[in-house]
């Protein structure tokens, strides 16, 4: 089952340009299954979307939330919450965990969106200090065996396809979910009709609700796949 699991839509998202009808009709041109509508902060905005494409189009839409922590950008399901700008990212993560939903750890290395989760491994002697060439960041105090940080404990999974992020950025988040032994997840990221549909997370059973799209994440039957 493909899922593209990161999408926004306005008002709900200030930054989106795109409608909950347009993004619903601009997913069904692809081979997807559904989508999810993550906007910053709120979760009325998937479920306005959810409502619309069920009802307009028979089409699938799952809510979540894109979280702005002091981890840099989590992707929470299974929730049906809204969570403040700058929340603190451990806490966040365990009380996620705690509830059966899942997180997912967004663009950890975008240039324009990552900046709390780059300072957080230097503070945790995890990146090169200031004035290192962030693109060419490494993590040389994990080593190459899979080590989950305390901080991330709670953590589910990685987001290492992004369609609004470079291919170094990328790699950097496959070395990150690699290195963690977490799974890795794909999501288009889009905020306007060019961006929808550019790639996914594969499923391995299908899911039927945001409960049931948790827990696949939370088991890591998900891989990540390029669309276009």
């Not at 795109?18 to 906007?39: G, P, Q």
């Not at 403040?84 to 975008?110: N, Q």
């Not at 890795?184 to 790639?199: F, I, K, N, P, Y």
């Amino acid at each position: 089952m493909l899922i593209d699991l990161h999408n926004h839509t306005k008002p709900c998202s200030q930054c989106a340009y795109l409608s909950a009808d347009e993004l619903v009709r601009e997913a069904m041109r692809y081979r997807l299954d559904a989508i999810c509508v993550t906007d910053h902060f709120l979760a009325w905005g998937g479920h306005e979307a959810r409502t619309l494409a069920r009802e307009r189009y028979g089409f699938t839409v799952f809510a979540g939330v894109e979280a702005t922590t002091t981890l840099g950008d989590v992707l929470v399901f299974g929730l049906d919450e809204n969570f403040a700008k700058g929340s603190d990212g451990p806490e966040l993560l365990r009380y996620v965990d705690e509830r059966g939903g899942a997180t997912v750890l967004a663009h950890p290395f975008r240039q324009g969106g990552g900046r709390p989760l780059w300072e957080w491994l230097q503070k945790q002697d995890l990146a090169p200090g200031a004035g290192t060439d962030d693109r060419r960041m490494t993590l040389p105090g994990l080593g190459r065996k899979p080590v989950l940080h305390p901080d991330l404990i709670h953590l589910h999974a990685v987001e290492t396809f992004n369609g609004e992020v470079n291919a170094s950025e990328l790699a950097q988040a496959e070395q990150l979910a690699a290195t963690m032994g977490l799974p890795s997840v794909g999501g288009s990221d889009a905020h306007v009709l060019r961006q929808v549909g550019r790639t996914a997370t594969e499923f391995a059973h299908r899911v039927e609700s945001e409960a049931e799209l948790a827990r696949e994440i939370r088991a890591g039957r998900v891989r990540p796949v390029r669309l276009r």
